[in-house]
Every structure is written in C-alpha cells, then in structure tokens.
C-alpha cells in the first residue's frame, strides 16, 4: 500500500512494513531519506516540503523547524541572515525593511533600532543613521532632521537647538 515497502528477509515470508518517519517509500520501494528542506512524519509515499516561515538542513527530517529570528528561509533547507537593513521574527519567510526612522548596521537582526537622536533615517533599509547638520536637529527615531527655530542654532549631530547667544540670531 501507498507509504509502505515490502521488507524481504532471507528466511520466511516478505510482509509490508509502515515506512518511518523521515523517510519516503514510493511505489513500496526501500526506504528513502528525504531531502533537507522536506519532512515525513511516517507511512509516507512522498517527502513534503517545508511550510512557509519553517526549514531542516538535514536529510532524514520527521518535522521542520521554526525559522529563527534574523534568517530568511526562502529556501527550507538552508536559513540565511539578513542583510543590514532588513529584520526578521521567528518563524517569518522572509526579510522585511527597516522603516524610515529606523535602522540595522549589522546582518541577522530579529528588530529595528530607532535612529538615534542627532541624527536621520530617511529611507527604507537605512543602514547607518546620517548626521544631521548644523542649523538642524532631530529627536530619537526621527525619519528626518528639522531646522532650528528662528533664534536658536545647533551644531552638527544635534538632538536640540540652543538659544543664539545675545547679540546673535
């Protein structure tokens, strides 16, 4: 039958024997491994793919797991890190972009950092936060900086703008 085998033994009869779990018996054939990437959880004829968000890198698999937080597994049988400016969850397919206003500067992150103070994240993917300029400011997980009021100036890379001294504007 469908996800069996018949096991010969040199003495007494051949009888049909469940295939195991992590194997594939197509058309009562020997036991065969599936491949990384793909599972059987027993008396299977065929391996099935690893679902969306999950992977083995072995062969022989009964189950996939979870894709880890950090990784792409667009291939279920070999998890990659993601790029700077992109994260993941667990248990997530793919990669996703930072949103402006936030920012990843190193592969395999699970989360985004907000843009720090002083500095803008302008652009989807951003990966490393721009200084903003004199004249300008920015609070912490600001997509872009803003000039400085009338009366108030600020150096390079600044989180607030300060009063012009008297006798300045």
Do not use: W
Not at 46 to 64: H, N, P, Q
Not at 84 to 113: D, F, M, P, Q, T
């Amino acid at each position: 039958g469908v996800g069996t085998y018949l096991a010969v033994f040199h003495a007494g009869p051949s009888i049909c024997k469940p295939c195991p779990a992590g194997m594939r018996c197509a058309h009562g054939h020997q036991p065969t491994p599936c491949l990384p990437g793909t599972f059987a959880t027993g008396n299977a004829s065929v391996c099935s793919t690893c679902a969306a968000g999950s992977y083995t890198k072995v062969s022989g698999s009964d189950r996939c797991m979870p894709c880890p937080s950090g990784h792409t597994c667009m291939n279920p049988a070999l998890p990659r890190l993601c790029d700077v400016g992109y994260y993941s969850e667990a248990y997530e397919e793919s990669c996703s972009e930072c949103i402006a206003g936030k920012y990843s500067n190193e592969r395999g992150r699970s989360s985004c950092l907000p843009c720090q103070a002083g500095r803008q994240c302008p652009e989807n993917a951003t990966t490393f936060p721009q200084l903003c300029e004199p004249g300008f400011f920015s609070v912490a997980g600001s997509r872009l900086c803003v000039n400085c009021r009338n009366g108030t100036f600020s150096t390079g890379g600044s989180p607030v703008c300060a009063p012009c001294p008297p006798g300045n504007y």
